[in-house]
């Protein structure tokens, strides 16, 4: 399963420099939200989550920022590796526990 | 563990022909999802069982479209007669009960193209 991505927004970053992925979410009732990874060919694979009471929260290498405010949720990679291109999407929960609705995705394109 | 499994991972079929995707969930899992992926509209929930039960079913876009899960370690999703707009990537995934998002895997896709 190919993530569709002929009019995706697409990001290009050297290698070694660090990615900044944004998103924008509109259901001011969502309180989770979360980042996932589809590689060519593949189903979308969890990255990082993040609760409304935090505004920040640390993986390996990745960093997800959340601004209530505003809506906005940013993806930060840090040190990017030929594997981390891909399509990354965010998703939020809509207030509720048991579903998520995706964003629309970026395609992050790394250059060797 | 294998993960989700999906089959067919292609399928070609011609308009008005009857298309039947299945999914087999991670044992032990309660919940299970059926997600559409196309360029226009992205990912897409269609459908999502909990032990089996439809509980949520409001993305399925028109009665063209049918879902089963006669047990836990089955289901298909249906679409009689397709059409060409139907052509995307339709996505299963599963997790357990008590589990949160994080820890929802999705299978590989199928991806269908109706001419």
């Known amino acids: 399963g190919e993530s569709v991505g002929l009019h995706l927004p697409t990001l290009s970053v050297q290698e070694g420099d660090n990615s900044i992925i944004n998103c924008a979410y509109s259901?001011?009732?969502?309180?989770?939200f979360i980042w996932y990874k589809q590689e060519s060919g593949k189903g979308p694979q969890f990255i990082i989550d993040i609760r409304s009471n935090m505004d920040k929260r640390q993986g390996q290498r990745v960093t997800v920022l959340l601004n209530k405010t505003v809506k906005h949720l940013s993806l930060q990679i840090a040190a990017t590796q030929p594997g981390d291109s891909a399509v990354y999407f965010c998703a939020e929960n809509g207030g509720g526990y048991q579903k998520v609705t995706f964003g629309t995705g970026t395609k992050l394109q790394v250059i060797p | 563990d294998a993960g989700v499994i999906q089959s067919p991972r292609h399928e070609v079929t011609e308009m008005g022909q009857e298309v039947t995707l299945r999914c087999k969930p991670i044992?032990?899992?309660?919940?299970l999802f059926w997600y559409r992926q196309t360029m226009m509209r992205g990912l897409e929930l269609l459908i999502y069982?909990?032990?089996?039960?439809?509980?949520?079913d409001s993305g399925m876009p028109e009665d063209r479209f049918s879902a089963k899960m006669p047990n836990a370690s089955f289901s298909t999703l249906k679409i009689q007669p397709s059409e060409p707009r139907d052509s995307a990537v339709y996505f299963c995934?599963?997790?357990?009960?008590?589990?949160?998002?994080?820890?929802?895997?999705f299978g590989p896709g199928t991806r269908l193209t109706v001419t």
């Open positions: 995934a599963s997790r357990g009960q008590g589990s949160i998002f994080r820890e929802q895997y």
């Open positions: 069982f909990n032990n089996n039960v439809p509980i949520d």
């Open positions: 259901n001011s009732a969502s309180d989770y």
């Open positions: 044992s032990g899992h309660d919940y």
